[in-house]
């Protein structure tokens, strides 16, 4: 199994069969060599710097039943919330005061945030705050809405495929869902010249090693700038709730290997993974990942934005985040910058 990792540190890619076997086989040694060769990589890329995201939560409304979030429409627990322009402008002021340059737009798919009002949103954002890229994270669009997003000023988008095997998809979604279209609009994103992220959970329920192998391979087809993935934590509202979490160990393991297999992409260690260990943002970056994302979202809603149980930092203001982000990644000797912190392999 060694040379399996030494291959793919090599090469960058390995076969359905080897990804999987490595997955199977993974010990706690294969894992310690996994990770050195990660962080070597990540820090001939990006050193030891990590970049950070101001995340702005601006609605907890969706029309989607996704059988594992708990803002899906069934869940009538659910609180919901939408911010409103200036409420959204006020997050990124108070962002840019504490170093963020970027600003990630996320919420659930809301149909009350039409095209229109979204393009006025983000042009507001693009002219207050030159200086900063926009990322959006609004699901699922046609062509059309995400040309105009982008015409509008938006530069990335985060889209997680959430698991590249089309029957593993439908066990994940109900059937007005499809992985057809997933993919399509991840296809569409990248056309249109955004910086684009897929990503995964680990250890969804029905998972294999197999299928964490095809999301490899994916992720080597699409060459996206962003990956991100995190565990599973179960919702208790939800239809998965008495289903197992994801792990923090298998978790660790495939951030070692995306980061062999996109050298060059940026990788959040995710809230999910701190929601899993106290630690376990700092373990994501000890194992290859190189971006952190700390909420900017006013924290009287923070607790309406629960897409699986025990959510760290639901309490806490941006500052704080942004303060304790900034002493944990010190601590395992690397920095928080104030920087757009584009991906070193996109030429505009
Ligand atoms: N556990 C972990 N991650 C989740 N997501 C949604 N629900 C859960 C959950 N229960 C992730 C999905 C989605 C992103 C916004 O959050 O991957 O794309
Ligand atoms: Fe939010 Fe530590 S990052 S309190």
Redesign the pocket.
Known sequence: MRTLIEKLENQGVLTKEEYSALIRSRTPELAGLLFEKARNIRERYYGKDVYIRGLIEFTSCCKNDCY???LRRSNRNAQRYRLTKDEILECCKNGYGLGFRTFVLQGGEDPYFTAEKLVDIISSIKNGFPDCALTLSVGEKSYDEYKAFFDAGAERYLL?H?TADDEHYRRLHPKELSPENRKRCLYDLKEIGYQVGC?F?VGSPWQTAENLADDLLFIKELQPQMVGI??????HDTPFGDKQAGTLELTLFMLGLLRLTLPYALIPATT?LGTIDPLGREKGIQSGANVVMPNLSPVSVRKKYL??DNKICTGDEAAECRNCLEMRMKAIGYNVVVSRGDCCNFNK
């Not at 995190?230 to 919702?235: C, E, K, L, N």
């Open positions: 594992y979030c708990g997680r959430e990503g959970m995190g565990p599973f934590i179960p919702q999910a897409l699986y």
